[in-house]
T-cell receptor, first 109, second 111 residues
Framework: RKEVEQDPGPFNVPEGATVAFNCTYS??????FFWYRQDCRKEPKLLMSVYSSGNEDGRFTAQLNRASQYISLLIRDSKLSDSATYLC??????????FGSGTRLQVQP | DTEVTQTPKHLVMGMTNKKSLKCEQHMGHRAMYWYKQKAKKPPELMFVYSYEKLSINESVPSRFSPECPNSSLLNLHLHALQPEDSALYLCASSQESSPLHFGNGTRLTVT
């Protein structure tokens, strides 16, 4: 089993839609969780950290389910500019962060 | 704008060349990383330096040689690379348990 797994997509959604991505991780001792966004041929940029109680930043909501070992990202009211690859990042107990394979989102007009 | 600076942005090198990638950060982060990213794949961890000491080497071939001269600088020395080493090389820094801050990357082509 991979340390961090994501559905690669692509997710093709219309503007204004709500879309959710999940990411599962294998190490039950993982403590740090993040969502990054990566545009084509650019570096990954931090979108948001994921906290145990769940957290929201504008249209974006992140949640952590420790029992089932997954994190999720919900995007409401999708914009064209949300089109990107969304990478789930988890610490895997070796003081280094591991990336999921990424989920491609394409928001269409 | 990125607070982690990588140079050069693009590099083309032959298989017999020796070159170096450079990375600099002034955020006081004590961990620095090299990642390699191929097209349509996620970044793959290569090396981690923690407090200027190499703490993780993900079984990277010896033709890649990292160096951390001080807490702000990280280099990756390249020698006798193969065409399949062509990729985007990303440097990142962080504090413990904090998110990674990435540089813009060096796009490397080995001919």
């Amino acid at each position: 089993r991979k340390e961090v797994e994501q559905d690669p997509g692509p997710f093709n959604v219309p503007e204004g839609a709500t879309v959710a991505f999940n990411c599962t991780y294998s190490n039950s001792a993982s403590q740090s969780f993040f969502w990054y966004r990566q545009d084509c041929r650019k570096e990954p940029k931090l979108l948001m950290s994921v906290y145990s109680s769940g957290n929201e930043d504008g249209r974006f909501t992140a949640q952590l389910n420790r029992a089932s070992q997954y994190i999720s990202l919900l995007i409401r009211d999708s914009k064209l500019s949300d089109s990107a690859t969304y990478l789930c990042v988890v610490d895997t107990g070796r003081r280094a962060l591991t990336f999921g394979s990424g989920t491609r989102l394409q928001v269409q007009p | 704008d990125t607070e982690v600076t990588q140079t050069p942005k693009h590099l083309v090198m032959g298989m017999t060349n020796k070159k170096s990638l450079k990375c600099e950060q002034h955020m006081g982060h004590r961990a620095m990383y090299w990642y390699k990213q191929k097209a349509k794949k996620p970044p793959e961890l290569m090396f981690v330096y923690s407090y200027e000491k190499l703490s993780i080497n993900e079984s990277v071939p010896s033709r890649f040689s990292p160096e951390c001269p001080n807490s702000s600088l990280l280099n990756l020395h390249l020698h006798a690379l193969q065409p399949e080493d062509s990729a985007l090389y990303l440097c990142a820094s962080s504090q413990e348990s904090s998110p990674l801050h990435f540089g813009n990357g060096t796009r490397l082509t080995v001919t």
